[in-house]
């Protein structure tokens, strides 16, 4: 059996380190906000390239703090207008509604599968303020074209970087590039940790001071409470087992990059539309494999009969959902399509050589 993510297997390749890791923690003493969080964020500001991180407790967390941030500084008012890929996991669409923001959905190109900058600037009116770029299973979707309708425009830029850990656009890492990014650690990211965890990685030192306080009550001193703030902190044990991955997470997005090109170089099916291989290679981390076919629910059963795990991301989208009635009667038929096609072939740095080559056996022999 090929299974989708071998979350195991992952893991056990870092087993002397996590240990390790595991029981410095325990005998510290001092199990949150401690010398690991404060060590992990200064290494993940550097991998990132900004002069800012700070640890909470997951992804979704760490977009809603961003624009909590903002809206605390004044530079976002409630009912502003957020641009966000309509295609994107629902978290990035709470985070926006969460802070009383109204999310407004862009189409995204259908062969990159990311938010299309002529589509964004169609959308835009004059209560749009800030823009959320989602870097979606891991490819950068960043362009100059989308530098310049922010800068054009006054936006805010927010990137979701939850899926696109050590993805480069020019050099640069994404999470470095808009104003400020939020990152998630769930166990099956490309940098996962054993529980959740999340970060926001900037340059704005005001930006950062004001997250931080709002991820510890509020408080600015112990005690002391200057925002209505939340409780997300990131933990000293998922601070320091990320300490253990994060130096690999390179050599394992180089992996992942491999498995994609064999993918792309061995499945020749009729019904099947592979992801298009980035010019640059950096420019895409491969969190998720992303194939599309009119067939896919049959796709998905006869592979699963060969022993082959597949996931859907996602099968219903954010403005067919219940808990969105507001978007229900949107047409948006680039991103229904995609979650009428899309299937996820499995893809992970522990996949084995004759692992990949039966997936893509499997998929050629589907037949059409
Ligand atoms: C694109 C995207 N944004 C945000 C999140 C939220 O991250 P978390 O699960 O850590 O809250 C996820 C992942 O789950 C995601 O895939």
Redesign the pocket.
Known sequence: MVKFLDLKGVNNRFRNEISDAMERVIDSGWYLLGKEVGAFESEYADYIGTNHCIGCA???DA?TLILKGWLEMGLLQPEDEVIVPAN??I??ILSITENNLRPVLVEPDPHTLQIDPDNIRRTLTPRTKALMV?H?YGRCAWSEEIEKIASENGLLVIE?N??AHGCVFKGKRTGSLGDAAAH?F?PGKNLGALG?G?AVTTDDETLARTVRELANYGSSRKYVFDYRGRNSRLDELQAAILRAKLPRLDADNGRRREIAREYCQGINSSIITLPQLPENEESNVWHVFPILSPQRDRLQAYLRDKGIQTLIHYPIPPHKQKCYPEFRNMSLPITEWIHDTELSLPISPVMEPEEILAVIEAVNSFPN
Do not use: F, I, M
């Open positions: 997951n992804g979704l977009l994107t996991y978290a990035s989602v979606l979701d939850a899926q998630s769930y959740d999340g």
